[in-house]
């Protein structure tokens, strides 16, 4: 099948962030690659979701530490669609496992997951994003990426990956422009039912952040939705921060 409006390949959108972006999207009209791992069951729930907003989506499954599937993703996505448009690198790992409690295993997969296949869904990427002349690549970062947040339990492995996501993003603006806009947006603390937080949680965080609140998934996808559209069409290379001012403390 082959369609005529924007397709937009979202990782990991089965559930939280990824569930908001792919339901946002929906919205302005894109069809949609929902691209899931473990959460089937949740992903087939969301593509029931976006069919009733009237757009076409397909389901690519695959497990983002295998080299291979950041092609197969790429080519699942093109042989149903015949195109792609916007790449949204939402899936990853996080931890916040202390200094001495790293081990190799943890190292690796978070560096898997969070940066080398978001490197290779980018280069797997890049052709058919091109075909159109106005193709769009946003990777999902961290405000642990930007900046050191002390009190904040995010570990050495995660904030060096993102950190990597922020540097790759400014590179590939440079490397594949003018025909793709590659920008970031750097998530402070979310709540949402993936990652739920107790309320004393919650309040904590609310505390230390200028707005007073801790982010929603929704809040996150409003700005992955603005970095996918026309609207944005003179921005790339940029990390935008979606974390209520924490990163002024």
Not at 120 to 146: K, M, T, W, Y
Not at 156 to 179: F, R
Request: charge should be neutral.
């Amino acid at each position: 099948m082959e369609t005529s409006r924007h397709v937009a390949l979202i990782t990991g959108s089965g559930r939280g962030i990824g569930r908001a972006i792919a339901l946002r999207l929906a919205a302005d009209g894109f069809d949609l690659a929902l691209h899931y791992n473990r959460s089937q069951g949740s992903t087939r729930s969301l593509e029931s979701d976006v069919q009733g907003q009237g757009v076409q989506s397909v389901l690519v499954p695959g497990d983002l530490c295998d080299p291979q599937t950041p092609e197969r993703l790429i080519a699942a996505t093109l042989a149903h669609f015949g195109r792609l448009d916007v790449l949204v690198n939402n899936a990853g790992t996080y931890s916040s496992t202390k200094l001495e409690m790293v081990t190799l295993a943890l190292w690796e997969e978070t560096f898997t997951l969070n940066l080398r296949a978001v490197f290779f869904l980018c280069q797997a990427a890049a052709e058919p994003l091109r075909a159109h002349g106005d193709g769009v690549i946003v990777n999902l970062a961290s405000d642990g990426g930007l900046t050191p947040q002390p009190g904040f339990p995010v570990s050495a492995p995660y904030a060096t990956s993102k950190a990597g996501v922020i540097m790759l993003t400014k590179i590939l603006a440079i490397e594949l422009a003018p025909t793709i806009r590659v920008n970031a947006v750097a998530p402070g603390v979310i709540a949402s039912k993936r990652r739920p937080m107790p309320a004393s949680t919650c309040e904590k965080y609310a505390s230390l952040t200028p707005l007073r609140r801790v982010g929603t998934p929704s809040d996150v996808a409003e700005v992955v939705a603005f970095l996918a559209s026309d609207a944005a069409r003179f921005i790339t290379g940029q990390i935008l921060a979606v974390d209520g001012g924490l990163g002024l403390r």
